[in-house]
Structure formats: structure tokens, C-alpha cells
């Protein structure tokens, strides 16, 4: 394998991402990760849907048993609520509480911070373009 290869590329741009994220998120909320932080950005902006685990899976392309080990934490630190659906038992509409909602709102600045620094010295039309490309290399292996 190459280290020239654009899927060795983004594994390790991805890996600096979270890196910096979790060191941003850990000095406000120390139980808050920042795959947990975009969940709870995701669940705050979808307040008014009944959204699930497997809507969660989907979005964040994680698998089951991914998501459900970090919703657990999320729900034991108190940043949401899984309850359970009258029609099936083993699925889980998620809630988010009014502590997930503080976290959130307190990440949200730090987030457009590293967004800020993320894309500084690129064109928007760059930008645009490789927004592009990335939605089109992810259709690509779907």
C-alpha cells in the first residue's frame, strides 16, 4: 500500500480532525467526545423528529454496535435520553437533555473555531469543490 493514496490521505487528515476536536471539546466538557458532540448537533437541530439509533448509524456511517456504545455513554453522562417505542421495544427514540443541549451550545463556538482554522487560506469556490468531490467518493464505496 502507498501512503500516496487518497483513501490513506483522508484516514489520517480524519484522525487529525478528531484528534484536535476531542482536545478542543475535552476543555469544556471532559465525558463529551467530538463524534458525541456532532450527535448531539444532529439531535438538537432534528428536535422536532423522532430520530433512532439506526437514523444515527446512517448519518454518521457507524455500525450498530458503534453507535450503541456511545449512545450508552451518552445516556449514562446525561446528555440524552433513550426511550423506548411503544410499537417495538428494542427500538430506542433518543432525546436529548437540557444538559445535552448546554454542551452543545457551549461546543458550538469551539466547533466553528476549528472550522474557521480548518478551511482558513482556501477559496470558497475550493471549498465548494472539494465538498463535491468528497460526496461523490462516498457514493463511490456505498
Known amino acids: 500500500m502507498s501512503i500516496d493514496h487518497i483513501g490513506f490521505q483522508i484516514r489520517t487528515l480524519s484522525n487529525l480532525i478528531s484528534r484536535k476536536i476531542n482536545q478542543m471539546v475535552s476543555e469544556e466538557e471532559e465525558t463529551l467526545t467530538a463524534h458525541q458532540s456532532w450527535v448531539l448537533d444532529y439531535l ?3 428536535r422536532d423528529q423522532e430520530i433512532m439509533q ?15 456504545h456511545m449512545l450508552q455513554l451518552m ?19 433518543l432525546i436529548i437533555t437540557e444538559k445535552g443541549i448546554e454542551a452543545q451550545n457551549r461546543m458550538k463556538d469551539r466547533l466553528c473555531r476549528f472550522e474557521e ?3 482558513s487560506n482556501i477559496s470558497q469556490k475550493d471549498l465548494q469543490y472539494l465538498k463535491q468531490l468528497l460526496k461523490q467518493l462516498e ?4
Open 44 to 46: 438538537t437541530l432534528h
Open 54 to 68: 439506526k437514523d444515527i448509524e446512517k448519518k454518521f456511517s457507524i455500525r450498530r454496535s458503534t453507535a450503541s
Open 75 to 93: 445516556e449514562k453522562n446525561g446528555y440524552i435520553l433513550r426511550i423506548s417505542v411503544p410499537d417495538d421495544a428494542r427500538m430506542k427514540k
Open 117 to 119: 482554522i480548518f478551511q
Open 139 to 142: 457514493k463511490n464505496i456505498q
